[in-house]
Nanobody, 126 residues
Framework: QVQLVESGGGVVQPGGSLRLSCTAS????????ITWFRQAPRKERTGVSC????????YYAPSVKGRFTISRDYTKNTVYLQMNSLKPEDTALYYC???????????????????WGKGTPVTVSS
């Protein structure tokens, strides 16, 4: 069974930065792609970014491309989401998840996930 634990959320002013972490159990990153989702209050959950287990360019939602960067550290079994130039509309609960597949599909943002973390909250407010 895969376990995913998010951390790094908090309150930040517009224009600020945060780095979220998704720490996975065992050698999850060696085998599975990891996707970040977010859900704002009273809105549907949406895909933010996806990184493959191996080589290949990650995917980003248009709303975050150029501001967010996803990366991974195999030695720490952790995927990071560096969020810069944050906007109030980035306020949401951020989750990481995996579909137990090695690659992000072309429709990664709507793929069914097998395992989810509990989320970490991000609030962007002045």
């Amino acid at each position: 069974q895969v376990q995913l634990v998010e951390s790094g959320g908090g309150v930040v002013q517009p224009g600020g930065s945060l780095r979220l972490s998704c720490t996975a159990s065992r050698n999850t990153l060696d085998y599975y792609a990891i996707t970040w989702f977010r859900q704002a209050p009273r809105k549907e959950r949406t895909g933010v970014s996806c990184i493959h287990s191996g080589e290949g360019s990650p995917y980003y939602a248009p709303s975050v491309k150029g501001r967010f960067t996803i990366s991974r550290d195999y030695t720490k079994n952790t995927v990071y989401l560096q969020m810069n130039s944050l906007k109030p509309e980035d306020t949401a609960l951020y989750y990481c998840a995996t579909a137990q597949m090695p690659r992000c599909g072309s429709r990664w943002y709507e793929a069914g996930m097998d395992y989810w973390g509990k989320g970490t909250p991000v609030t962007v407010s002045s």
